[in-house]
């Protein structure tokens, strides 16, 4: 039988988000890792106790206000540093996210007093274990990479939401166009030759609405037409461009306020 000194959870996957390797959250209470290295950037939050660890022959630690970023290729261990172990969470991030050059600041300064950044690293893996939520997942990275690099650059927080009314449009028609089938923020980019961060910003400074959102609310409308017109929520749900019934059941109750089965006619 487990006991409290020796509680070893693990969940890890790979989510279809440019850029993510994996996501593992771990709860450890006496698993100490040995010297190391990743081909990946370690993205850090820890949510109950804290770790220590080396990077380069330094010792460094993670209270729970506290994002780590440790470089690919760098030596690094890990262990508990409270009695109760650390429950944490990681994304692994390749070098389309963060650059190489990106390292030896990381190396210098891996623990990031940030709350801001702390608070959106954990909403993007709240988005990053919903499926379906793909869109939101890669707004929300493309945010905290954005703000991390101005942190290794020594840039602080300088970004302000640019207006561009032309762009934002443009995402729009584009979104409408593709209500049922989506579009990834990569490909939006690439469509509309924009910075994917530059993208977002304009969108929700022109409609007071981010991307996903919006993208969603259009989603959420087609599915009550559907649902009016008699489909049942399996079907009304790849319909409308969800990725099952569970996800349309969140979303759908979140904006309207009860289930798609109680919204059909005559479920009262």
Request: overall charge positive.
């Amino acid at each position: 039988m487990a006991t409290r000194q020796d509680v070893t959870e693990v969940t890890a996957w790979r989510p279809r988000v440019p850029g993510v390797t994996e996501v593992f959250h771990a709860h450890f209470t006496q698993y100490a890792y040995p010297m190391h290295v990743h081909d990946a950037w370690t993205l850090l939050i820890v949510d109950d106790g804290a770790v220590r660890y080396d990077l380069d022959r330094h010792e460094h630690g993670t209270p729970h206000d506290t994002v780590s970023l440790l470089p690919p290729h760098v030596p690094h261990n890990g262990s508990p540093a409270t009695p109760g172990g650390f429950r944490k969470r990681v994304v692994y991030l390749d070098s389309s996210r963060l650059g190489e050059e990106l390292i030896g600041p990381a190396v210098d300064r891996p623990d990031l007093r940030d709350p801001v950044l702390r608070r959106r690293v954990g909403q993007l893996h709240a988005a990053l274990a919903r499926r379906g939520d793909e869109l939101e997942a890669e707004s929300r990275l493309t945010l905290v990479g954005e703000r991390l690099r101005d942190h290794l650059r020594g840039r602080g927080d300088g970004h302000r939401a640019r207006r561009d009314p032309s762009l934002a449009r443009e995402l729009r028609e584009l979104l409408d166009a593709r209500v049922v089938e989506g579009v990834s923020l990569e490909e939006a980019a690439r469509l509309l030759r924009a910075h994917p961060a530059h993208l977002v910003r304009a969108f929700s400074g022109a409609y007071g609405i981010a991307p996903h959102q919006y993208l969603m609310s259009r989603r959420v409308g087609r599915a009550r037409r559907l649902l009016l017109d008699g489909l049942a929520p399996g079907e009304a749900a790849p319909a409308a461009g969800f990725y099952d019934q569970a996800h349309l059941t969140r979303h759908f109750k979140r904006l309207v306020g009860v289930t798609p089965g109680r919204y059909r006619p005559g479920a009262a």
